[in-house]
């Protein structure tokens, strides 16, 4: 197999990927137990597969789910990592019956910057605050947060230059001053450029190489990002528990259970932090992603374009949103194609099994939706854009519960997922009804995967004012 998902790709990288790496299991499996061993290999010395998963992504993904099957071990950034792909092994980590798999392994990569927030917490811890998360997201509460993104969208679209145009950068700063509007509609002020440094330092530590704080690493920016942002929502909380401004901030403080329960100082703050690191690059690579289809195909780009037109120059409520289907079509293959949260983890809690792999506790998974959005059992042609596959007549997204997994799944599954495709909606509606763009045909963008994927030459089109 070769790199065929990752233009660019060095012949080191290409030999990476096609080497045969000397097959050994994982542990051992109790005896009598009927179970199987994992099958994998730990790559190089010291480095591990680090290399190929951060330089080829999806297509390490593939490689291993070839050679191995959904189930495989390897050594990866320090330590032992078991990758699971495919909807069977994948269904029974996120169905999660007997509670074996924690989120303990997102707090490996993020915990220091982001812990107790939601997606951190476990168990029927998680379950209590996320009931009364819940209340943050009612169909009322999205409706305020989509006045604030579609005003701030229009601003922001508008004012974008035609000519050698890069969308990255530039959906990545108008995403920045929706969360900014949407998470807290009037704190910001004179403190608006401190906390947007402070937060994308925060987001930058999560992938840092030095994993400690060494000084002027990112490691430690990230540390001082957090203590900035804790501070500034910590001072705003009194405030807003007392004003019923129609932002998210003001959600989390006001919301209660059935038996009157409400969220902490502490936990608002935390959930703050959390949530706006969750919306922010995955509407700004969702988005992204979704311009670089549309640029290439130029059928579907005027098919959507002639549907927002259809829909009106906006702002456009929540009912006219999601009634905008074409373009629904063009963002859930968008995010089939790339995934914006390509590797799930979790860490096992107690000794457990996926499809009869024994997994012994303590270990650390890594699940690969990016994976199962491109296995060829459950899409045809599946590196075709072809955003009709997910229409009523061949809905290829039903071919296994989880072949389409880009909001993840079971208890944890995405609690934005439908505010998310709506800010989404909305920046392209807007996009669409004030510019055309395109790339070259042979252009391939190349999605970088140290982090989520971003195109890494910031994504350049033509853009032409209508
Ligand atoms: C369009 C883009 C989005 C994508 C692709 C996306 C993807 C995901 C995925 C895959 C998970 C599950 C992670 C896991 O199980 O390990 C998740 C969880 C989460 N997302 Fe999103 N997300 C998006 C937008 C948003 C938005 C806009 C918000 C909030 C405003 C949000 C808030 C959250 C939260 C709080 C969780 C944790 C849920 C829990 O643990 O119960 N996401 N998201």
């Not at 990752?6 to 137990?33: H, I, Q, Y």
């Not at 001082?224 to 807003?240: H, I, T």
Request: glycine share 10%.
């Amino acid at each position: 197999m070769s790199a065929t998902h990752m233009p660019g790709a060095t012949k080191f990288d290409e030999w990476l990927l096609e080497n045969t790496w000397r097959r050994k299991d994982f542990g051992a499996v109790p005896a009598g137990s009927g179970l199987k061993p994992i099958p994998g290999d730990s790559g190089l010395p010291l480095l591990g597969h680090s290399l190929e998963a951060l330089r080829l992504g999806l297509d390490f993904g593939l490689k291993r789910y070839e050679t191995y099957g959904p189930v495989s071990w390897m050594k990866a950034f320090g330590i032992n990592l078991v990758g699971i792909a495919g909807g069977d092994a994948i269904q029974v980590v996120l169905t999660n019956k007997d509670k074996a798999f924690s989120q303990q392994g997102w707090t490996y990569f993020i915990g220091p910057f982001f812990k107790r927030g939601l997606m951190l917490l476990d168990f029927e811890e998680h379950m209590f605050h996320r009931r009364l998360m819940q209340q943050a997201f009612t169909r009322p509460r999205i409706m305020g947060y989509l006045e604030h993104v579609a005003e701030e969208a229009a601003r922001g679209v508008d004012a974008w230059q035609p000519g050698t145009f890069h969308v990255y950068p530039a959906m990545k700063q108008l995403t920045l001053d929706i969360a900014g509007s949407v998470f807290m509609a009037s704190e910001l002020g004179a403190e608006k450029d401190a906390l947007n440094k402070a937060f994308v330092a925060t987001v930058r530590a999560g992938t840092s190489l030095v994993r400690y704080a060494v000084p002027g690493s990112r490691w430690n920016a990230g540390l001082q990002g957090r203590k900035v942002l804790e501070d500034f929502f910590r001072r705003n909380v009194p405030a807003k528990r007392a004003s019923d401004s129609n932002d998210l901030f003001a959600g989390l403080c006001h919301a209660r259970d059935d038996d009157g329960e409400a969220f902490t100082d502490d936990d608002v703050v935390s959930h703050m932090i959390f949530l706006m690191m969750a919306a922010h690059d995955t509407s700004t690579i969702t988005t992204t992603a979704a311009a670089y289809f549309l640029g290439k195909d130029r059928d579907w780009q005027d098919r959507a374009r002639k549907e927002c037109f259809a829909a009106g120059p906006g702002p456009l409520d929540i009912d006219a949103l999601e009634g905008l289907r074409d373009l629904e079509l063009v963002i859930k293959e968008s995010l089939r194609l790339v995934a914006p949260v390509p590797t799930m983890a979790r860490k096992t809690v107690k000794d457990t099994e996926v499809l009869g792999h024994y997994i012994p506790a303590d270990t650390m998974i890594g699940l690969g939706p990016w994976v199962n959005h491109m296995l060829p059992d459950y899409w045809t042609n599946p590196d075709d854009f072809d955003p009709d596959r997910f229409g009523e007549e061949r809905r290829e997204d039903k071919s296994h519960r989880y072949a389409w997994m880009p909001f993840g799944g079971g208890a944890h599954k995405c609690i934005g997922m439908h505010f998310g495709m709506l800010e989404v909606k909305t920046l392209l509606h807007r996009m669409l009804t004030t510019y055309e763009w395109s790339v070259p045909q042979d252009y391939r963008v190349r999605w970088d995967s140290t982090s989520l994927p971003a195109p890494s030459d910031g994504l350049p089109v033509a853009l032409k004012r209508l």
